[in-house]
């Protein structure tokens, strides 16, 4: 089981020019490897090891090869996402032209994929490039000037995961300051096998309810899910009201308006659904908890 560590380093004004530099170089390398393999279509990591390394090595040289290497295996991984997309979109395309024709519509406008491109990526550590000591709280990384051996203070949240074992890592700068991501291998939790079996039904009017008649959710939640239904349904019918009528007059204000809030109000109504899910998840933990207590005490 893996947890991921995030905590800030605390470098000197020589070390944080260090670790800019090297997440420029880093970068550079990133899209060079991008760009060859977007543009003819190569997706095999070990092909664009062959085309790239070397020159980027004679570009770079103060950049630590693991780190070139770093840097192609992301870039390698961007490009196969893109290429992907890149054939479903096509295909997709041309149905959508099929279907425009049938309906006698001018076919739509094609948005093409582009390469992958970053401004600033992160950099990826592995175990060779990097370690990290939990008893003096310090790590030490590879940079274009040599190792550098940073401090950085774990919150207090991250604690439960300080000493276990470390396995990638990642480098990020964001707003002036250097973030340390760091995955954490844990042990697999053990989970004591028990014979008590608790059931649990979902509805509509209650969001769940247990096999030891125990109701689970509240009822505002469904009335929050229906007020968001009903200003979309009104929005909705506005916007094809403003369409209809933009068709022989000028385009109203009202028609941008409703197509804005429409948009907006995707991200709430999904906030709602997954916060309902994950409460019912929670309650129905701690129902099972409950009923696995009363037994050992029976």
Known sequence: MNRTIVVQLHPTPEQARS????????TVCLNTVAQEGFTTGCSNGVELHKRTYYPLRAQYPDLPAQLVCSARVKATEAVKSALTWKIKKEKAYLQRVEQAKKQGKPPPVFKPVRCPRSDMTSVRYDQRSYWVHWETLTCSLSTVNGRVVLSFKVPAYYRQYSGHKVCSADVCYRHGRFFLHMVVSLPEPVVAPRQEVIGVD?????????????????KRWKEQDRRIF????????????????????????????SELTLGILRKPAANVAITIAQTVSLRVSSAAAAVATNSMLI
Do not use: D, H
């Not at 979902?202 to 509240?218: D, H, I, K, M």
């Not at 094809?240 to 009202?254: A, D, F, I, K, Y």
């Open 19 to 26: 670790l800019k530099t090297t997440l420029e170089q880093y």
């Open 202 to 218: 979902l509805g509509l009017n209650r969001p769940a309810v247990t096999s030891q008649r125990q109701f689970l959710g509240e």
């Open 230 to 257: 009903r200003l979309r349904r009104a929005l909705a019918g506005r916007l094809l009201n403003c369409t209809r009528v933009s068709s022989t007059r000028p385009r109203r204000e009202g028609l941008l308006s």
